[in-house]
């Protein structure tokens, strides 16, 4: 699968983040999920597969309030300026230094409670192996929470779109291709569906940055006249209005459910 760099579309991603309620009602599903899980706990690992700068961690944090002295995070971020970013971001939640890597630690690393990946696996080089490893990590009563679209999301199909002016499939992974990979590795998981909103501005630019948020350096070689086109559908009087759902998967090392 390619990877995509996020560094050059910087911006373009924070207009997504500004305009869409995806990551408000990602955080809600989390909250649900861990409710009640740092009770009595003397330590508490942490985690984020692709932190980026660090916004989604912060907002998920907060709402659950855990105790600064029993939590350890440790951050995966291959963009490095935005994992240091989001340590300094996020050093008011912990007591302890916060660990930071390019790409998951290895095995000689301390086993984790907590292992968080929101929308970071489209654009790993090997789902399989990264679920894998991520599983692995896991200490007996752990829990992997994973969010990812499915390949009906709004978004997704403009990437179908996309990439067929090139003549190739989409290079990167949807929320079947996870569930594909953690029924082949035998985890026990839960799946479940959220709705979230896009809403913009409607102009050419906006379209395009929601565009270069898709597509990074890629688009110049597709027909951005005919990929600005995917927006007409979704018109509501001077705004673009996209209404489409992301998947969330729950893994428990143990292969019970979380109260």
């Not at 018109?235 to 759902?245: L, S, W």
Request: one cysteine or more; glycine letters at 6%; a negative charge.
């Amino acid at each position: 699968m390619a990877s995509k760099a996020f560094g050059p579309i910087e911006s373009d991603y924070a207009f997504f983040m500004t305009h869409a309620t995806e990551a408000a009602c990602d955080a809600a599903v989390y909250e649900r999920e861990l409710k009640g899980f740092a009770e009595a706990r003397t330590s508490l690992r942490l985690l984020d597969f692709g932190c980026g700068a660090g916004d989604f961690s912060l907002r998920l944090l907060s709402m659950l309030n855990w105790p600064p002295e029993v939590l350890h995070i440790t951050l995966v971020e291959p963009v490095q300026h935005q994992r240091h970013e989001a340590a300094r971001r996020l050093a008011a939640f912990s007591r302890q230094p916060i660990d930071n890597h390019e790409c998951l630690p290895d095995v000689q690393s301390p086993l984790f409670d907590v292992i968080l990946s929101n929308h970071a696996l489209y654009y790993v080089s090997d789902l399989a192996t990264t679920l894998a490893r991520m599983t692995r990590r896991l200490c007996p009563s752990g829990t992997l929470l994973l969010a990812i679209a499915p390949w009906d999301n709004v978004l997704l199909e403009i990437w179908k779109t996309g990439f067929a002016l090139l003549d190739q499939p989409v290079p990167y992974y949807g929320a079947e291709d996870v569930e594909a990979a953690l029924t082949a590795n035998g985890s026990k998981f839960r799946r479940s569906r959220s709705t979230y909103q896009l809403l913009f501005p409607d102009s050419e630019e906006n379209r395009l940055k929601i565009l270069r948020f898709l597509f990074g350096d890629e688009l110049p070689r597709m027909r951005s006249s005919r990929l600005l086109g995917e927006f007409d559908r979704h018109v509501r009087g001077d705004h673009v209005a996209i209404y489409t759902h992301s998947d969330h998967f729950t893994v428990n090392a143990a292969g019970e459910s979380i109260n």
